[in-house]
């Protein structure tokens, strides 16, 4: 039989895609396709999200010191206080790029790709690191990537530079930034709108219609061979039900498959820090259904005009930000702790999930990060911290310098990170090499 067809031959439903085994009259997953390691279907997923702050943090409190449960945490750094044994602590790290131009736009565009970015306006950066995650890793999940933001965009030029660099650290391409997501009930509809719905059917009645119609285009032997495939379908769906019912899981499965917490309000939040706990609450959502496994969260724009009155500081954060001129700052501080105590109520949500022997933290990567050190422009040297054990393969509990090391790019650690989700590229940005030590 001469089949001119796909060597990647699927058979599709609503939200359903199910490989074939191998046919005679047909070519199916060929051997262009490694072999997945044999416990794959028993691991859970690594998951990655960034967060990001502009405008630096005070840079005289951002440092940590010794290991494990021992580690000192500098005062900015306090809120992450209990989880100093699955932190990483990564210093003098830097994109060369971002030291063109010395203003916010300049710094951040690229915050996530090292590119160069275009000036007089124009908008030209490069594909983010979390998009070139979601672009092949995210293939296995109803939404590639989760972008959310607790501040709008910025307008206009400043000097010579689009404010739109300093409003998106996700990019889906050099010319697109990857479209952010403000509010958190648009955030969850998009998660879980009609997931129920596909969740009760099972996988086999989605694609029955479509392998009816593929069983006529085969040879007879392979007819059978896909009743006999087709059956044993049915059969471990049957098993896998019985084993829910029992408590007992066959393979790794999420630990929700459905919110547990209701959908937030329309619009936007006036309360930032009612915003900012939602959209964390979401992006834990998210990551618990297996909805997505790579997500960004702007807390706020570089060169950013949000207040805080919840905190007492009446100081917008931009302004806020030029007070860090190496002497104490009471308010400068307080806002630094509300970024990073987004970043520990993720990762304590996350760490109450237990998956098999890890918990959801010990298989994510939640990396805590800004475009200068402080706001003074500084960005010879940025704020990077991780949390997360990055499914066994990150070793944590320590703090690591590269601050006059040959090979100290941002691009260096995305490249390593990308490594852990899977996603092996000979070069990223400015790189051509990981970081050894991660």
Not at 2 to 27: F, I
Not at 309 to 326: I, M, Y
Not at 393 to 414: A, D, H, I
Request: contains cysteine; neutral net charge; charged residues 25%.
């Amino acid at each position: 039989m001469k089949q001119h067809l796909s060597r990647r031959t699927l058979l599709r439903g609503v939200g359903v895609t199910m490989a074939l085994p191998w046919m005679e009259s047909r070519s199916v997953w060929g051997d262009e396709f490694p072999p997945q390691p044999s416990d794959a279907a028993t691991r859970a997923p690594v998951r990655v999200a960034v967060l990001f702050s502009g405008s630096g943090f005070h840079a005289g409190h951002w440092w940590a010191k010794g290991a494990g449960k021992e580690m000192e945490l500098g005062p900015v750094l306090e809120p992450l206080t209990d989880f100093r044994e699955k932190l990483l602590f990564v210093g003098g790290l830097y994109n060369e790029q971002a030291l063109k131009g010395n203003i916010h736009s300049s710094q951040t565009g690229n915050m996530l790709s090292g590119a160069s970015l275009a000036d007089g306006g124009e908008i030209r950066s490069g594909t983010s690191f979390d998009q070139v995650v979601a672009q092949r890793y995210g293939r296995s999940t109803k939404v590639p990537s989760l972008v959310l933001g607790c501040e709008r965009s910025n307008p206009g030029i400043h000097k010579n530079y689009s404010m739109l660099y300093s409003s998106h650290i996700s990019w889906s391409s050099p010319t697109a930034p990857t479209p952010l997501e403000l509010y958190p009930a648009l955030a969850f509809d998009r998660l879980f709108k009609d997931q129920t719905e596909r969740g009760e059917q099972s996988v086999l009645d989605a694609v029955l219609g479509e392998a009816t119609r593929f069983r006529k285009k085969v040879s007879q032997r392979d007819q059978q061979k896909l009743d006999e495939y087709l059956n044993s379908v049915r059969e471990v769906e049957r098993r896998i039900e019985q084993a829910g019912q029992q408590g007992e899981l066959q393979g790794w499965r999420p630990t929700l498959d459905k919110p547990n917490i209701p959908r937030p309000p329309d619009g936007i939040p006036q309360n930032l820090a009612d915003h900012a706990q939602l959209m964390c609450d979401i992006l834990v959502l998210a990551f618990q259904t297996d909805t997505t496994r790579v997500s960004t969260l702007k807390l706020n724009n570089d060169h950013s005009y949000l207040q805080f009155p919840h905190l007492g500081v009446e100081v917008g954060h931009h302004e806020l930000s030029h007070s860090d001129r190496g002497v104490q700052s009471p308010d400068w501080l307080k806002v630094n702790h509300f970024c990073l105590e987004q970043l520990a109520y993720i990762a304590g949500k996350l760490d109450a999930i237990q998956e098999g022997e890890r918990t959801a933290l010990d298989n994510s990567m939640l990396m805590m990060c800004s475009s200068m050190m402080s706001g003074i422009h500084d960005a010879t040297k940025l704020p990077v911290v991780l949390l997360g054990g990055g499914g066994g393969k990150l070793e944590t509990g320590r703090v690591l310098e590269y601050g006059g090391k040959p090979n100290r790019k941002m691009c260096s650690l995305f490249l390593s990170m990308m490594d852990k989700c899977g996603v092996h590229l000979k070069e990223f940005g400015d790189s051509t090499e990981r970081l050894a030590e991660i």
